[in-house]
Each structure stands twice: as C-alpha cells, then as structure tokens.
C-alpha cells in the first residue's frame, strides 16, 4: 500500500520575492536645469551689451561730440618781482582766454571755471574766472572770451637754481609759466541736459614783460583733459 502524501494547501513555500527599489534621486536633471538658466541670462546679457554698443555708436555718428576748444590769446605782465630775503613774490598779470565750441548738435553750460597759475612748480595765485554770477551757454559753433587777473603779494619759495632762471628771464625780458584751468561744464542736446562734467586745461606760456623789446605774445593752444 503507497504511502499517503501529506496534504498540501496549495500556497507558494519557495524563496522570498525581493521588493521592489524605489527610484533612485537624479540631480543631474537639476543641473541641468541650472545651466539652461544660466545660458539664457547669459544671452540675454549679450543682447544687453550689443543693444546698448549700438544705441552708443549711433548716438556717437548722429551727434559726433567734441571737446572744447581753449587758447590763451592775450597776456600783460606789468609786475614780477620776487624778494629772496622774505620769500615774497609781488606780481600783476591779465591773460585772456577764448574758448570755442565746435560741436553742431551740442551746448555747454560754463557754470565753474577756476585759473591757477605757477611759476617754476610753486603756485602764485589763482581767480575765479566764470561763478554762478556770470554764468553762460555757449551755443554751437560759436566762441566767447574770458579774463583771468593774478594780482598781489604771495609768499613763495624758490630755491637758488630757480631764483637764477628768474633772474635769467628778467633780463631776457620773458617770463614761462603754467596755468591750469579748472572746468565745470555741462552739455545740452536738444531739451536733455547732462550732468557735471569736470574737465582740466593744461597751458604753457611764454609772457614777455610789458614794455620790454622781446616779441610780442603769441597765442598758445591749452590741452584739455577730462
């Protein structure tokens, strides 16, 4: 007779079913996210820069900006005498300037203009040549004169070398000196006024004595820096 087999219920015995892994996190699709934005912001800065270059270079071919033109154009010097004992250096001199405005579109605005003058490094005196009192708008291609008036007594040091030149351009008859000139300008475009701007002019002269035989004085360009 066969043996009996046990019963069997019919459920599964084997080896456990592994579960499943939940998805992994992917960071790389973040990343690449970021790049794509960076990349547009990076473009759209470019369009920025190029729009901005060309609105420049228009303006800059339309309305063809430039700078002043300044010369000294007259100067009497009718005192320059220096005491070594005290230092002091007694002076009288008028220089007369003319200052050009070449631009076809633009007007400037002379609201400041200050003139320093020096004598061998040492500055001597200055004036206030343009104030908010005299004010004034150059129109296009157009010229006006300004004065600038160095008199009194100021205390100067020179050492020996530079009391020999002086004394060498006393008897010559011709004095070299160097004035700057300090701007506050603006410029004006149709209804549009800009703001401040604060320019230098840079001029080397040559001022014969009043009265003396040397020649007369020769009108002297300035350099202008901005």
Known sequence: MADKQ???NGAYYGP????????RYRPQRERGC???????LWKILVVLIVLVGLA??????????????FHVT????????YNADNSTLDYNMVLNFTARNPNKKLNIYYDKV?????????????????????????????????SAVFSGQQVVTLNNEQV????EHKSEGVYEFYVRLNFRI????????????????????????????SQPFQTTKCDIDY
């Open 114 to 146: 200050e003139a320093l003058a020096f004598y061998k490094d040492a500055r001597f005196s200055n004036d206030d040549v343009i104030t908010h009192m005299n004010s004034f708008r150059q129109y296009t291609k157009s010229s006006n004169p300004m």
């Open 6 to 8: 046990p019963h069997l």
């Open 34 to 40: 970021c790049c794509c934005l960076f990349g547009i």
């Open 164 to 167: 020999s030149q002086l004394n």
């Open 16 to 23: 456990a079913i592994p579960t499943a892994e939940p998805p």
């Open 74 to 81: 007259e100067a009497d010097l009718t005192q320059f005498e």
């Open 186 to 213: 603006r410029y004006r475009l149709g209804d549009v006024i800009s703001g401040d701007f604060k320019p230098k002019a840079k001029c080397h002269i040559k001022v014969p004595f009043a009265n003396s035989a």
């Open 56 to 69: 420049i270079l228009i303006f800059w071919l339309v309305v063809q900006p430039r700078s002043f033109k």
